[in-house]
């Protein structure tokens, strides 16, 4: 497998979460990470936490005009674009009863179609660098969560995606794949206003007896297998499930 360093990634939802553990592994990597984030505050802080390696990019990937500049930005800093991992979401949840139909949409915008249209400006750059495209789904594919019906059809949706962007890149020799990630603490339920942080870690703590290797995942174990992904130059159109066993469906309780 190919190393990082040297090259350039942009990462959408880079203020928190997975995003920021991914931009953390890859610079600890030698390479150069362009964050993006709706939240100014958020990413300028982390990309100065990371120092020179990091840039930050405020903007919100539903608006054409902020996925431009982030391209270009992104570009500019690393001299060049390597890959682009699609991380930016929101979660809606509820029954199926009293779903708003403007949120869904809205919730599509956000985690299927940003991502789709933010893969076409950045095909020409990739295809220069023989470059890769990574899209963030869940294990909301592989275990089924009354409530959840919203975010598990965007996931579904990105994973489909990566597989037919897979076939229509290739020629270009731009690789999509997808990762799966399990239960993960991150912001994503808080920042959605559906739990608070407490009430968040708790619900994750519920799940641990789910999990045959008995823990919660962190941002790394993501990011180590974001890294994989995003080089390894003959995998394309998969999906590679980053879960504890959750997806495996079973309980030690």
Same mark, same amino acid.
């Given at each position: ?29 030698? =390479? ?6 709706? *939240? ?12 020179? @390696?990091?840039? =930050? ?26 890959? +682009? ?7 809606? *949840?509820?029954?199926?009863? =009293?779903?708003?139909?403007? /949120? ?5 915008? %956000?985690?299927?179609? $940003?991502?789709?249209?933010? %893969? ?22 592989? #275990? ?7 975010? @598990?059809? %965007? ?10 962007? /897979? =076939? ?14 399990? /239960? ?6 808080? #920042? ?9 870690? $708790? ?14 995942? %962190? ?5 180590? @297998?974001?890294?994989? +992904? ?24």
């Amino acid at each position: 497998m190919l190393s990082p360093e040297g090259k350039s990634f942009l990462i959408t939802g880079g203020g928190s979460g997975l995003g920021e553990g991914m931009a953390r592994y890859l610079a600890a990597h030698g =390479a150069r990470v362009t964050i993006t984030g709706r *939240r100014a505050e958020k990413v300028q802080a982390v990309a100065a936490s990371i120092g020179p @390696a990091a840039c =930050a990019v405020a903007g919100d990937v539903t608006k054409p005009e902020d996925r431009e500049r982030m391209v270009s930005v992104a570009v500019a800093h690393g001299g060049g674009l390597h890959g +682009l991992i699609n991380n930016a979401a929101n979660m809606v *949840r509820g029954p199926i009863t =009293a779903l708003s139909e403007q /949120a869904v949409l809205a919730l599509f915008h %956000t985690n299927v179609v $940003a991502g789709m249209f933010l %893969t076409g400006l950045a095909v020409p750059y990739l295809e220069r660098e023989g470059g890769s495209v990574l899209f963030v789904g869940s294990v909301h594919t592989r #275990r089924s969560y009354p409530g959840a019906s919203p975010y @598990a059809a %965007t996931k579904g949706a990105v994973e489909v995606l990566a597989r037919v962007l /897979a =076939a229509e890149l290739g020629p270009k020799r731009i690789r999509v794949n997808c990762v799966i990630p399990g /239960a993960v603490p991150t912001e994503l339920n808080v #920042r959605a206003g559906l739990f608070s942080e407490a009430e968040n870690r $708790a619900r994750l703590e519920r799940m641990l007896p789910d999990h045959p290797l008995g823990r919660l995942g %962190t941002p790394q174990d993501i990011a180590e @297998a974001v890294e994989y +992904l995003l080089l390894a130059p003959w995998v394309t159109g998969q999906s590679l499930v980053v879960d504890g066993g959750l997806s495996l469906g079973v309980t030690y309780a």
